[in-house]
């Protein structure tokens, strides 16, 4: 079957920036009084929502759960809204598959946060349409389920090797190291 389309998440695919989420939030829960390892954001907190972050870390009934996710949004746009993190390639390759299909990006990640970073690495007019975290009831859920509902949707996985270990990423129809032009060369011929 052709693709008709691609459908890019955002933080650690697109934008190359969980690195820089983890430390956010890393200084934050410190500032809160219970300090976080990057070896815990990452084993333990990353692909899940911001609300869900906050909430298993700093505990469900926190009273801080919505100022700590306004200053996360802050500092982040603060660091990223130049976008600079949205590697060369990866511009690339979202502009040779706009050429062909309609491009969406859908995240767990605020409007707010993706529109900037997406102007500032020239690809608003490459992008047809942004699932954002405000636009849903029900938030994108975490990597391996995120996997999961691609699949069920019937959709093609394809899951970029990062910042998580590749058993967690198992269940896509494959891994791959990066995205390029290659990459969606190979999808979309």
Same mark, same amino acid.
């Given at each position: 079957?052709?693709?008709?389309? =691609? ?15 983890c430390?956010?939030f ?9 300090p976080?390892s ?6 333990? +907190? ?7 972050i906050?909430?298993?870390? +700093?505990?469900?009934?926190?009273? *801080? ?18 976008g *600079? ?31 900037? =970073? ?15 975290a ?13 996997v ?12 970029? +090797? ?11 129809d ?16």
């Amino acid at each position: 079957m052709p693709v008709r389309a =691609v459908i890019f998440d955002f933080n650690g695919t697109l934008s190359h920036d969980e690195p820089i989420l983890c430390e956010i939030f890393c200084d934050l829960f410190a500032e809160y009084g219970r300090p976080l390892s990057a070896q815990e954001y990452f084993d333990e +907190l990353v692909g899940l929502s911001d609300p869900e972050i906050v909430r298993a870390w +700093l505990g469900r009934d926190h009273p *801080s759960v919505d100022e700590v996710i306004e200053r996360r949004i802050e500092r982040y746009k603060e660091q990223v809204a130049d976008g *600079s993190s949205v590697p060369f390639p990866v511009r690339e390759a979202v502009r040779y598959a706009s050429e062909r299909v309609p491009v969406a990006v859908v995240s767990g990640a605020a409007r707010e946060e993706i529109e900037p =970073v997406i102007a500032a690495a020239g690809l608003t007019a490459r992008i047809s349409t942004i699932v954002g975290a405000e636009d849903v009831a029900n938030g994108k859920p975490d990597t391996e389920a995120g996997v999961a509902s691609a699949k069920a949707a019937g959709m093609r996985c394809f899951a970029v +090797l990062g910042t998580l270990r590749a058993d967690r990423l198992a269940a896509a129809d494959e891994i791959v190291p990066a995205i390029d032009v290659e990459l969606m060369q190979r999808l979309l011929g």
